[in-house]
């Protein structure tokens, strides 16, 4: 074969070997990430071959070498929700810091759908798989099995909540409490709230921590109303509780700032104002929770942060979750009641 037609088509790694003038075998092992160790001068030889040939590594031969490939799965419930996009941010600060490569899957919290994913996942071989979304309670069975068999390949499994090999743990019930208290301290009493359906951890974990916090100081939770993490389903419940009649002066605590924004949202739409008229709090702190007008009351989560603690907990051998700090953050769509 010339020259010219090697170019014109796709190296091998049997080009790269002979180009660097070593074995196939010791080109492998360079290129494929074998425990083997190889001299150093012929890795460089090995390496700028390739890189003078335009060699892509194979990654399933890599995987095989190494028992593991390079990729960390992260599967978030919904991609556009900006609480995951936080998370998988500092899953992604991460892996660039060891050189490993992020593959997102979107699981919209279905545990069978969620099930489906790992299966397919299984064959890249990742080093570690990240569960980022809460689930119902009882649905680890869709998914244990897959997760065992992850196990079984050598990648590290985590998850926010139980069920992984590693969790991340987020004290949604003392965050919550914490925010009821302090709604009751600016003078609210009466409160609806806003969740996800029955079932849900981190939904029921938020609920009870809020209506707890609340009674502490003095108010009472008087309606809840299901829908699910989604704008849109915000909005849906907040229309519901209007349409059965919302006195001035009551208090929406919404399970996340994505629910409390669409509320504020069926707020305006309905002829009535967020703040004085109707407030408004949250949990999460997303970034918009500070754009939207009035700035939403929530409590703050280091999204980021708790990413990047879970990429820790996947490649790193010897690991314990730091302490995460939810402080509640007082805006103007809760200016308190006079």
Same mark, same amino acid.
Request: charged content about 20%.
């Given at each position: 074969m010339t020259d010219a037609v090697r170019r014109a088509s796709t190296p091998t790694l049997h080009d790269v070997a002979q180009a660097a003038g070593v074995s196939l075998a010791t080109a492998s092992r360079v290129l494929n990430g074998s425990e083997r160790k190889v001299a150093e001068s012929f890795? #460089?030889?090995?390496?700028?071959?390739?890189?003078?040939?335009?060699?892509?590594?194979?990654? /399933?031969?890599?995987?095989?070498?190494?028992?593991?490939?390079? #990729?960390?799965?992260?599967?978030? @419930?919904?991609?556009?929700?900006?609480?995951f996009g936080l998370v998988a941010s500092g899953v992604a600060r991460g892996a660039d810091e060891e050189d490993l490569i992020v593959t997102v899957a979107i699981t919209e919290r279905d545990p069978q759908r969620e099930a489906r994913i790992l299966r397919a996942l299984r064959g890249q071989r990742p080093r570690g798989v990240i569960l980022a979304a809460s689930r119902a309670g009882g649905s680890e069975a869709a998914t244990g099995e897959e997760l065992a068999a992850f196990r079984a390949l050598g990648s590290r499994t985590v998850?926010?909540? $139980?069920?992984?090999?590693?969790?991340?743990?987020?004290?949604?019930?003392?965050? /919550?409490?914490?925010?009821?208290?302090?709604?009751?301290?600016?003078?609210?009493?009466?409160?609806?709230?806003?969740?996800?359906?029955?079932? #849900?951890?981190? /939904?029921?974990?938020?609920? @009870?921590?809020?209506?707890?916090?609340?009674?502490?100081?003095?108010?009472?939770?008087?309606?809840v109303y299901r829908g699910t993490f989604e704008r849109d389903s915000g909005a849906a419940a907040m229309a519901e509780a209007l349409a059965d009649g919302i006195d001035e002066g009551t208090l929406v605590f919404a399970l996340s700032d994505v629910v409390a924004i669409?509320?504020?949202?069926?707020?305006?739409?309905?002829?009535?104002?967020?703040?004085?008229?109707?407030?408004?709090?949250?949990?999460?702190?997303?970034?918009?929770?500070?754009?939207?007008? $009035?700035?939403?009351?929530?409590?703050?989560? $280091?999204?980021?942060?708790?990413?990047?603690?879970?990429?820790?907990?996947?490649?790193?051998?010897?690991?314990?979750?730091?302490?995460?700090?939810?402080?509640?953050?007082?805006?103007? /769509?809760?200016?308190?009641?006079?």
């Open positions: 890795r #460089v030889r090995v390496e700028q071959a390739a890189a003078e040939l335009g060699y892509i590594p194979n990654v /399933s031969a890599q995987a095989i070498a190494r028992g593991t490939s390079r #990729v960390i799965a992260l599967l978030v @419930a919904d991609i556009a929700d900006p609480y998850t926010f909540g $139980p069920g992984g090999d590693r969790s991340i743990r987020i004290d949604n019930r003392g965050g /919550s409490e914490q925010l009821g208290r302090t709604m009751a301290g600016l003078g609210y009493r009466q409160a609806v709230a806003i969740g996800a359906a029955d079932g #849900v951890r981190t /939904s029921d974990d938020r609920l @009870a921590g809020f209506t707890a916090g609340f009674a502490e100081g003095g108010g009472e939770v008087a309606r669409g509320a504020m949202t069926a707020i305006r739409d309905a002829g009535r104002s967020v703040g004085a008229d109707i407030a408004v709090c949250g949990f999460d702190d997303v970034p918009v929770a500070r754009d939207v007008s $009035p700035q939403l009351t929530t409590v703050h989560v $280091p999204l980021s942060e708790l990413g990047y603690e879970a990429f820790r907990a996947t490649v790193d051998t010897e690991w314990e979750q730091a302490p995460i700090a939810l402080e509640v953050r007082v805006r103007a /769509s809760t200016p308190g009641v006079a």
